[in-house]
């Protein structure tokens, strides 16, 4: 992961090629490793250009100090675009992107997630439980009120009570019944997050069962998404119907 940490100047921060390269290496000789498998560039600064992101990841693959790259909590406009520079150069193609993803934060299906399988990109997933919320410690009355309000909102919280009903009823951990509805939907690999053993052996006893189609639909129903403008615009039938007249209904798609 392309991470600076705390950088002390700027010349320590930001995504620049001396940033990255400074990155790399120290990252090398912390790992004790003469090179790396999948290099993330962590988040987009919204400084440094795409071409020299782009060129400067190329260059760490040509040396053999990383074999894959792949863009970490970025827009999806600049994850395509850095795939058209590299299909366009032939330098290394981003082969993975990473984003926040659970079924109480919904926002990477309106451009994320369409852009990742269309372009052949695999999608790692972290926060499934939001940060703990969806785990419902939040929900605890026997927290201060200031720790419970501060940290997770009514929403969450709500999502929360809601989650706990369903895990009762299945007799599975509110984390896996979440966990879960992320492993199952299309192209997405969820990233665990646990910092203890037993978080860890919790975690995993997703692998033990499925969510049902209505399981998942109701959790998904929980926090309705909507995809707005101009996917829903694009989709609607009256406008369908004014690009593709009555056709459209012929058109498998």
């Given at each position: 992961?392309?991470?600076n940490?705390?950088?002390?100047?700027?010349?320590?921060?930001?995504?620049?090629?001396?940033?990255?390269?400074?990155?790399?290496?120290n990252?090398?000789k912390?790992?004790?490793?003469?090179?790396i498998?999948?290099?993330y560039l962590?988040?987009?600064?919204?400084?440094?250009?795409?071409e020299?992101?782009m060129?400067g990841?190329n260059d760490l693959?040509r040396?053999g100090?990383?074999?894959?790259?792949g863009f970490s909590?970025?827009?999806?406009?600049?994850?395509?675009?850095?795939?058209?520079l590299?299909?366009r150069?032939g330098?290394a193609?981003?082969?993975?992107?990473?984003?926040?993803?659970n079924?109480?934060?919904?926002?990477?299906?309106?451009a994320?997630l369409?852009?990742?399988?269309?372009?052949?990109?695999t999608?790692t997933?972290?926060?499934?439980?939001?940060?703990?919320?969806?785990s419902?410690?939040?929900?605890n009355?026997?927290?201060?009120?200031?720790?419970?309000?501060?940290t997770?909102?009514?929403?969450g919280?709500?999502?929360?009570?809601k989650l706990?009903?369903?895990?009762?009823?299945?007799?599975?951990?509110?984390a896996?019944?979440?966990?879960?509805w992320?492993r199952?939907q299309?192209?997405?690999i969820?990233?665990?997050?646990?910092?203890?053993?037993?978080q860890?052996?919790?975690?995993?006893?997703?692998?033990?069962?499925?969510?049902?189609?209505?399981?998942v639909?109701?959790?998904s129903q929980?926090n309705?998404?909507?995809?707005?403008?101009?996917?829903d615009?694009l989709?609607?039938?009256?406008?369908?119907?004014?690009?593709?007249?009555?056709?459209?209904?012929?058109?498998?798609?």
């Amino acid at each position: 992961r392309l991470d600076n940490g705390n950088p002390k100047n700027f010349n320590e921060g930001g995504n620049s090629r001396k940033s990255m390269m400074r990155s790399v290496e120290n990252s090398l000789k912390r790992l004790n490793t003469d090179y790396i498998d999948l290099l993330y560039l962590h988040m987009w600064d919204f400084m440094t250009p795409v071409e020299e992101v782009m060129a400067g990841l190329n260059d760490l693959v040509r040396s053999g100090k990383v074999l894959y790259v792949g863009f970490s909590d970025s827009p999806a406009w600049i994850i395509s675009y850095a795939v058209g520079l590299a299909e366009r150069y032939g330098w290394a193609r981003p082969v993975a992107t990473q984003t926040p993803y659970n079924f109480a934060s919904r926002d990477p299906e309106r451009a994320i997630l369409p852009m990742a399988k269309e372009m052949g990109l695999t999608l790692t997933a972290w926060g499934l439980l939001s940060g703990g919320v969806l785990s419902g410690k939040y929900n605890n009355e026997n927290e201060s009120e200031e720790k419970r309000y501060e940290t997770a909102s009514d929403k969450g919280k709500l999502l929360a009570e809601k989650l706990g009903e369903i895990s009762k009823r299945l007799d599975k951990s509110p984390a896996q019944i979440a966990i879960n509805w992320v492993r199952q939907q299309q192209n997405v690999i969820p990233i665990l997050g646990a910092r203890t053993v037993a978080q860890i052996e919790d975690n995993l006893g997703v692998l033990s069962f499925e969510l049902d189609d209505e399981t998942v639909t109701e959790l998904s129903q929980l926090n309705e998404f909507k995809a707005g403008f101009p996917l829903d615009f694009l989709t609607d039938d009256h406008v369908r119907g004014l690009i593709f007249g009555d056709s459209f209904k012929q058109i498998k798609t």
